[in-house]
């Protein structure tokens, strides 16, 4: 059986190669907040029971899905810049993450007064694929010691590598579709079954 994201993603995602999966007209261009809002609320009901200080996220798709689970969960949402150029001199954390859709590394920060010491937070982000962005903002929020409650992602690509690795480093990494292989020769695409369906995926 599949969730409304997977259906979603069947019906509009387009496979483009190099393995990239463009969901334009519902996350990465147009928001269809419908859709967001199902994120959200999955996103919230798999961490329920977790104290959640805050909600981390990393420019720009992340945002969305950031904002609407920082109104359910009610803390504040704080999102990571990027830039070619950063250093931790001038009151920033800083770490770096080569992005698989630009090709290039970036330099990815938070400034120091939004992340403290203790703080649980909660990672979010639109896709994983080789884990860069997650393992940056991990990194980040190390650096500010805080805690990383875990990490929630609406669409993981399970063909790369980034989910398995932060599974097998330890964080609980929750992701509301995981695609299992995609062609973009006829379109197809496959996802993982999981069994952690809740009432909000219908
Ligand atoms: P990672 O850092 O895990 O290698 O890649 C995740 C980041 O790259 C996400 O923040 C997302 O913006 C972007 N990304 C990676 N793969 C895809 C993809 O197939 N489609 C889209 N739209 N974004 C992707």
């Not at 803390?75 to 931790?88: H, L």
């Not at 649980?120 to 940056?136: N, P, S």
């Not at 299992?180 to 695409?189: L, R, V």
């Amino acid at each position: 059986m599949m969730n409304f994201l997977e259906e979603k993603i069947l019906k509009d995602g387009i496979v483009r190669p190099g393995s990239i999966l463009k969901v334009d007209n519902f996350l990465n261009h147009q928001i269809d907040i419908g859709v967001m809002r199902k994120i959200a609320r999955e996103l919230k009901q798999r961490f329920d029971g977790e104290r959640v200080d805050k909600v981390v996220t990393i420019e720009s798709s992340g945002i969305a899905i950031a904002t609407l689970l920082g109104d359910l969960c009610d803390v504040p949402v704080v999102f990571a810049k990027k830039s070619e150029t950063a250093n931790s001199t001038d009151n920033k954390y800083v770490s770096k993450a080569y992005s698989f859709t630009h090709k290039r590394m970036n330099q990815v920060f938070i400034s120091r007064p939004y992340l403290n010491k203790g703080e649980r937070v909660l990672i979010v982000d639109d896709f994983m694929a080789d884990g860069q962005a997650a393992h940056a903002l991990i990194d980040i929020v190390h650096q500010a010691g805080a805690e990383v409650v875990g990490i929630g992602i609406a669409i993981e690509k399970g063909q790369q590598q980034g989910g398995r690795k932060l599974r097998e480093e330890g964080y609980r990494l929750e992701s509301i579709a995981i695609v299992e292989s995609m062609d973009p020769e006829t379109q197809t695409i496959r996802f993982r079954q999981t069994h952690d369906q809740s009432a909000y995926l219908k």
